[in-house]
């Protein structure tokens, strides 16, 4: 018979992780590919492309990514990001 000592770390370490996915699920980034949501803010494009503030804003002055403005907050197409994350230019 072979036993495995789990530690109060081991047990805080998987309680992290699994939180972290619950929480990717539910955000609809659970593949980092699809999410039911039509509309997207700049944080969660950052998150799903892996970029910076820097270069999400670069690729909206560049024109690779359309966007529409409401207030001061920035929206983007999630068909748009998704075609981003395949590699296919919005242009």
Known sequence: MHIEIITKQDMEEFRVRLLQDIKLLIDGHGSGL??????????????????????????????????????????????????????KATR
Do not use: N
Request: hydrophobic content about 35%; proline content about 2%; cysteine-free.
């Open 34 to 87: 699809k999410t039911s949501k039509q509309w997207l803010k700049s944080s969660e494009v950052r998150k799903m492309l892996s970029i910076s503030p820097g270069t999400l804003q670069s690729f909206r002055i560049k024109g690779l990514l359309k966007f529409s403005k409401v207030g001061s907050t920035f929206f983007y197409k999630a068909d748009d990001v998704q075609k981003m994350l395949e590699g």
